[in-house]
C-alpha cells in the first residue's frame, strides 16, 4: 500500500510540476494583434499587452491597407513598437523600401514569393507557412534566411487561413526545431489549447478579436492577451 501510495504521489506531482511548467511557457509566448486598419486599433493593442501589431500590405485583403496608411500609424506610435508588414507577392524591391520608409520591426511573406528574391534581406524575414496532407508549404529548407515561420491553415485560393485553425500536429513538429508563430482561427476559446499543443514562441490573431473584418473588438484584444499571458 504505501508503494503504491509513493508512486501515485510521485506521479501526480510529476503531472504537477508540467503543468507548471506549461503555465510557465503561456507567460512567455508573445502576442501579434494583425490585420490593423486604423490608428485607434493599433495604439489599443499595444496599450493592451501586444508584442508585435500586423499591417496587411495587400488589396485582395478586407484588412488591407496601403503603405502610407500603415507609415502613418506606425510614425504615430512609440518607437519601441514592433511593428510587421505583411506582403503577398510583392516584389523584393517594394518590400524593402516599404518596411524601411515605414519603420517595420519585420516583413512577413505570405504569398508564393521565390526564394532567391529574397536572400540576404536587410530587414528581418518572417515567411507564412501552411501544411498540405501534414507536408510544409513552401518547403522551409529554402528559406533558412526567415527568421520566424508563422504556421497558417490552409485555404485554398486565400492567402490566409480565413479563420480556420491550423495543422496543431505538424505545427507542434515544426516548433520543436524552428522559431514558430501559431496562427490560423485562433480565438479567446482556443487559444490556451493551441499553446499547449503546438509550444510555439508565439500566437497571431486578426479575425479572432473582431467585431468586423478590420475592426477590432477592444474587449476581445485585451481578453485575448490576458488570456495567453495566463491571467
Avoid at 21 to 48: P, S
Avoid at 74 to 84: E, F, M, N, Q, T
Avoid at 118 to 133: G, I, K, Q, S
Wanted: proline share 3%.
Amino acid at each position: 500500500m504505501a508503494v503504491a501510495c509513493y508512486r501515485f504521489f510521485t506521479c501526480s506531482a510529476f503531472f504537477e510540476q508540467n503543468l507548471s511548467r506549461m503555465d510557465k511557457a503561456m507567460n512567455t509566448v508573445q502576442v501579434k494583434i494583425c490585420g490593423l486598419t486604423n490608428a485607434e486599433d493599433a495604439g489599443h493593442a499595444v496599450g493592451a499587452g501586444a508584442d508585435f501589431i500586423g499591417f496587411v500590405l495587400y488589396s485582395g485583403s478586407p484588412r488591407g491597407i496601403t503603405a502610407d496608411l500603415a507609415g502613418a500609424i506606425v510614425a504615430g506610435l512609440p518607437k519601441s513598437v514592433r511593428a510587421i508588414g505583411v506582403f503577398v507577392n510583392e516584389s523584393r524591391e517594394n518590400v524593402i523600401k516599404t518596411a524601411l520608409d515605414c519603420g517595420f520591426y519585420a516583413v512577413q511573406l505570405h504569398g508564393d514569393e521565390r526564394t532567391e528574391d529574397f536572400v540576404d534581406m536587410p530587414v528581418r524575414l518572417w515567411r507564412a507557412v501552411r501544411f498540405e496532407r501534414h507536408v510544409v508549404v513552401p518547403d522551409i529548407t529554402a528559406w533558412v534566411n526567415a527568421e520566424r515561420y508563422l504556421v497558417d491553415a490552409a485555404a485554398p485560393g486565400q492567402y490566409g487561413g480565413a479563420g480556420i485553425t491550423a495543422d496543431w500536429d505538424a505545427a507542434a513538429a515544426l516548433a520543436a526545431e524552428h522559431q514558430v508563430m501559431l496562427a490560423g482561427g485562433l480565438t479567446l476559446e482556443n487559444v490556451e489549447a493551441g499553446i499547449r499543443a503546438v509550444r510555439p514562441v508565439g500566437v497571431d490573431v486578426s479575425s479572432g478579436v473582431e467585431s468586423a473584418p478590420g475592426r477590432k473588438d477592444r474587449a476581445k484584444v485585451e481578453a485575448f492577451v490576458a488570456k495567453v499571458r495566463g491571467q
